[in-house]
């Protein structure tokens, strides 16, 4: 039996055409970016397996929550793969603020451990 597991995150600003996927793995995005996607790629996630995201601006050391997605539960057991994403807008057509941006996944499941993931917004 094959652990259920988080086996690939991607953060980017544009999605391959007619799949969840990122198109490429970017870790820096300019101020003026209207949205940054992540892909998540669920291995052998059990039904009702449930994700959390939760998107954090890093402020003087401290993780402040800008929002929390929950990604609907795996509706049949996934035997192989399959790749969910999620999105953070910019607020209000406003640059976003330079700095360091944490994103975190979660599971109601003990066998899929936390990931985090950190980006920079230059």
Excluded at 29 to 49: C, G, H, L, W, Y
Aim: aromatic share 8%.
């Amino acid at each position: 039996m094959i652990t259920p597991s988080i086996s690939e995150v991607r953060l980017c600003t544009e999605l391959v055409a007619n799949s969840n996927r990122c198109k490429e793995n970017e870790t820096v995005f300019p101020q003026d970016v209207d949205r940054v996607f992540m892909s998540i790629e669920v291995v052998s996630a059990p039904k009702n397996t449930l994700l959390t995201v939760d998107w954090y601006q890093v402020v003087d050391q401290q993780s402040v929550l800008l929002t929390q997605d929950n990604i609907p539960p795996i509706s049949q057991s996934e035997l192989h793969s399959k790749i969910y994403y999620t999105f953070l807008d910019r607020a209000d057509n406003n640059p976003w603020p330079i700095g360091t941006y944490e994103v975190v996944i979660t599971s109601n499941l003990d066998e899929i451990p936390k990931k985090t993931v950190n980006f920079e917004i230059e």
